[in-house]
């Protein structure tokens, strides 16, 4: 379908520029570049805010450690990690449900990244119809000024995008360094060139038709539709039926609807679609044609939203019901997941502890007529805070436990490894046993964990 | 599909089967991909892998086993989808809904 000049009704109300798709102001329109702004400024920014000495925001891979502001989340954690990700999956549902594909029209990645490389192509490239003039040009220096500038935009703010990405997941300010240098690691310049190809091809060329073809919630969101779900449609009982028709004319007198047939909505479709047709898997939900209806019906002196935000219900003049049985399931799910997982995050046991036996030696009989065992005990601390750790053992009467220093101090978010010698006298075990081992903050006693541990003795 | 200059807009356009095969079996092996590593590598450190008499050389490094687990992990799940594609593709198209062959024994799917 190739796109007409734009005049609704033989010239009566023309429409003076040009209309390409995407190319449409309106109240939507403005609200999606805030959205696009505050998201791409939230990931842009983050990795570069520091935070007592290291990245506020740091997936370490390579130590097996995520900084989250405060929060240091091990391996141990991971089940915050699932936790975080079912919230965010109930989330999707529960915002479906509500207000439709808010999400794709908003906050997308794809759709925030797409809308940066369009408003850099027309920052180069000027509007639609110089677009298309440049396009059918011979080759000429504004030819070659003007696409060589668009793809240098592109692939420099792609490839600033996949610096970013690998940022969260290696100190950003060294890899500055490293990237400034071309000293970066074969894995780092890797991932930065795949993250940064991605997002070129994605929002450079595949743009919508990742929605259209691969994108999954495109397709099953419909399951968590009904019909109090707020939606981008179109008013069909107060459009139909549609035609042209002369300025200032009453519609009802030609038994005509408020819909001009000006096709404008359909044009400014990034996804090609007649909204007029019904809901749609493809839309959305840019809002795109609602701006462009709204502009035409106040052109034309009608009240606006022939194109609007609406719910099933709403369309059919019977009340709208915010509060239904799903969104108060979703929503009472939501609260205590989200409400367990901050409990949860604040009481986790922020000390851990890990115990190897020494693997060099069994035991060792000592002169003083005592049984040693010597074990690693590698001390986690989790918290935010430094502390001095104690270690006690118990299990084996007339144990001892014996390491340097009266207390061992561990560094926020680090592990410390101890050598710990155990002894007990000669007489009191044969063979094997079971011991405890326990580490206690000095300063805070609630911090505390033990592991067990086996002690071996001869037999004889 | 990418070079040409066409008059529609870009999203507009309907993708060629070629494209969107490849765009089937890629992405959402892709995703797969990305969940699967996680939760693979929450639970084994590569060097764990590699911590043997004859490490594979990519294991030498977390970052070096984290790539290959990843590329493994879309590997596998792509061969799926290429399979899950071509057994949909190739069969016999469904019957329309709500007519006589309903009677036949064919289920609906919906």
Known sequence: ?460 | MFGAHREEYSGKLRWPRLAQDVAIVAWPSFLVASVATMVCFAFIDPLLVGNDDYPPPAFATRMGGYALGFFFFWLVASLSSLLSLYLVRTARPEPPENDETAEHGVRSTE
């Open chain 1, 1 to 460: 379908m190739s796109v007409p000049e734009t005049d609704i009704d033989g010239g009566l109300y023309a429409v003076r520029q040009k209309i390409y798709p995407r190319e449409i102001d309106g109240r939507f329109q403005r609200l999606r570049t805030i959205a696009a702004w505050v998201l791409l400024g939230i990931f842009y920014v983050i990795p570069w805010i520091p935070w007592g000495g290291r990245q506020a925001v740091l997936f370490d891979l390579p130590a097996r450690k995520f900084h989250i502001f405060a929060l240091t989340l091990w391996p141990q954690d991971f089940y915050f990690l699932t936790w975080l990700l079912v919230i965010a999956a109930l989330a999707l549902f529960f915002f479906t449900a509500l207000a439709g594909r808010l999400f794709c029209g908003y906050a997308c990645p794809q759709t925030v990244w797409t809308e940066t490389f369009l408003w850099m192509e027309r920052l180069v490239e000027g509007n639609r119809s110089q677009q298309m003039k440049l396009a059918r040009a011979p080759w000429g220096t504004e030819k070659v000024l003007r696409k060589g500038g668009k793809q240098l935009l592109w692939i420099a703010f792609a490839l600033w995008t996949g610096f970013t990405f690998v940022g969260y997941f290696t100190p950003i300010r060294e890899l500055a360094g490293l990237v400034a240098n071309f000293a970066t690691g074969p894995w780092e310049t890797f991932w930065v060139l795949f993250y940064g190809g991605a997002t070129y091809v994605n929002a450079g060329f595949m743009r919508e038709q990742v929605c259209k073809y691969m994108c999954p919630y495109a397709r099953f969101q419909s399951a968590m539709f009904d019909n109090d779900t707020l939606i981008i449609t179109y008013d069909e009982r107060r459009g139909e039926p549609r035609g042209p028709r002369k300025k200032g004319i009453d519609p009802a007198s030609k038994g005509l609807g408020a819909c001009v047939d000006c096709t404008l909505c359909v044009q400014v479709c990034p996804t090609g679609i007649d909204i007029r047709q019904g809901l749609q898997y493809e839309c959305i939900a840019c809002a795109a044609c609602i701006d462009a209806c709204d502009e035409v019906m106040d052109k034309v002196g009608y009240p606006r939203g022939l194109i609007r935000y609406d719910t099933q219900h709403g369309l059919e003049g019977t009340p709208r019901r915010v509060l239904r049985p799903r969104t108060i399931v979703y929503a009472t799910l939501l609260t205590l997941l989200v409400a367990g997982l901050a409990w949860s995050i604040t009481h986790r046991n922020a000390v851990g502890v890990d115990i190897l036996r020494d693997r060099n030696a069994l035991f060792r009989e000592r002169p003083d007529d005592t049984i040693e065992n010597v074990y690693n005990v590698k001390i986690l601390n989790k918290d935010g805070d430094a502390h001095e750790f104690r270690i006690t053992g118990s299990g084996l009467p007339g144990l001892v436990v014996d390491y340097a220093g009266p207390t061992v101090w561990v560094g926020p978010g680090a592990v410390q490894g101890v050598p710990v010698r155990v002894r007990i006298p000669e007489d009191s075990l044969e063979g094997g046993a079971d011991i405890d081992l326990t580490i206690v903050a000095t300063d805070r006693p609630e911090l505390t964990a033990s592991g067990k541990a086996r002690f071996i003795a001869p037999t004889d």
